[in-house]
C-alpha cells in the first residue's frame, strides 16, 4: 500500500508560448504539439512573500545529502514539527536540522525543496 499521494503539476493559468512566425514552406509535424512551460514558483511554492532560496557553498551538510550548490526553498510561514528539516539558527549561524519533539530550535524556515546541482 502506498502511503505517498502524487499530485500533478497544474497548468500555469499564464501561457509563456511563443506566438509562431509566418509559415512559410512545409509545416514540420510537431507544429501544432507544444507543452505549456512548467512554472516552478508555481509548482515548489506556496507562499511567495516568506519562501527564500540558500544556495549552499560547501559540502557540510551532506548527512542530510545536501551538497554544494544545491539550492534550498525555505518557507518562512511554516510551522517546524518533528522529522522535518529546518534552517535554524545554532551559534549565531545557519545550520540545518533534522527537528525533533525535545529540542528547542530557533528555526529560522522549514525546508522545502531541495534543488540539486547535477552540472560541474
Not at 47 to 71: C, M, P, Q, S, W
Not at 93 to 111: C, H, M, P, S
Amino acid at each position: 500500500m502506498n502511503k505517498y499521494i502524487v499530485q500533478p503539476v497544474k497548468r500555469p493559468a499564464v501561457n509563456y508560448r511563443v506566438q509562431r512566425p509566418a509559415q512559410t514552406g512545409f509545416s514540420s509535424p510537431a507544429t501544432h504539439y507544444s507543452e505549456p512551460r512548467i512554472d516552478l514558483n508555481d509548482a515548489l511554492i506556496r507562499n511567495k512573500n516568506a519562501t527564500f532560496y540558500v544556495r549552499l557553498a560547501d559540502d557540510g551538510f551532506a548527512e542530510f545529502n545536501i551538497h554544494k550548490n544545491d539550492v534550498l526553498i525555505v518557507d518562512k510561514s511554516i510551522s517546524g514539527r518533528r522529522g522535518f528539516l529546518a534552517l535554524i539558527i545554532k551559534d549565531g549561524e545557519f545550520k540545518i536540522e533534522r527537528l525533533q519533539e525535545q529540542t528547542a530550535y530557533d528555526i529560522w524556515g522549514v525546508i522545502t525543496h531541495i534543488i540539486k546541482s547535477v552540472a560541474v
